[in-house]
């Protein structure tokens, strides 16, 4: 059924989807290399569960409390013939939440260290000996690509020991490479090096081709620079609402 908000949802949908399509095409590469994930945080199920019938296989989350309770609605609002959406957890995680979050999440885009890596893996395991998962959890390592701590990520310097780890870590698939560009730092800059260091741990890993980078703002620089999935959330689903949290 159409309502004001589906047709807004299908709207802010197809353009994103004709935006990443533009790109691949200026860069050189096939759309289908590109994953859209359509950020849904801070919106309510009832979004989530219509961009999934619109087609939106992909759906991100960055805050394990407002997740787990949305996955379980989401589910509950769709039908059966609907296709079931993948979940990725995007945001930083506390360890204690891994359990939470390897009962939904396909992949988990914020590894940045081995204690959090460890514990994922160690989820993972035991979510699919509950039965509540069949795959591996896909784990992207987030890179500082300023080298500041406070933000969030890996130094590039520690990299490889990181993605070792985790390669080495049952329960964990290496999947490859998120950032965010420094605030500050030119998107394209950004990515360009993102790139760089992404060919170099893939020279080691060579299965871990991913680089999840690019959001509403820059998924064209993103792309550019070989950006296998990105990230938008409000240039699809609008401003996000404010919140008491
Ligand atoms: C919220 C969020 C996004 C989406 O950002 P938009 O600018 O709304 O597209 C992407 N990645 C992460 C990690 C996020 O937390």
Redo the contacts with the bound molecule.
């Keep these: 059924m159409s309502t004001p908000r589906s047709d807004e949802l299908a709207a802010g949908l197809s353009a994103v989807r004709a935006r990443v399509d533009a790109a691949c095409t200026a860069a050189g590469r096939r759309a289908a290399d590109v994953t859209l994930i359509t ?1 849904t ?1 801070f919106f309510p199920a009832a979004d989530a569960a219509e961009l999934a019938r619109l087609g939106s296989e992909d759906l ?1 989350e ?1 805050r394990e409390q407002e997740a787990t309770a949305k996955v379980v609605d989401c589910a509950g609002l769709l039908d059966t013939s609907d296709l079931a959406p993948r979940w990725h957890m ?2 930083s995680i506390q360890r204690n939440k891994a359990r939470a979050i390897a009962r939904w999440a396909h992949s988990a ?2 590894v940045d260290s081995a204690r959090l890596a460890t514990a994922l893996g160690a989820a993972a395991v035991s979510a699919a000996d509950e039965g509540a998962r069949s795959a591996p959890l896909d784990a992207y390592l987030q890179v500082s690509l300023d080298g500041d701590p406070a933000r969030g990520g890996v130094a590039a310097d520690q990299l490889d020991e990181l993605a070792d780890l985790t390669a080495g870590t049952t329960g964990l698939r290496l999947a490859g490479l998120m950032a ?1 560009p420094p605030i500050g730092v030119e998107p394209t800059a950004a990515f360009a090096r993102l790139a760089e260091i992404a060919s170099r741990m893939q020279s080691q890993h060579p299965g871990a081709t991913g680089i999840s980078a690019g ?3 820059d998924l064209e620089a993103a792309i550019a620079h070989g950006s296998t999935c990105v ?5 699809i689903l609008g401003p ?1 609402p404010i919140t008491s949290q």
């Design positions: 950020v945080k991100g960055s995007l945001g885009h914020s965010v959001m509403s703002a990230r938008v959330g409000t240039a996000r």
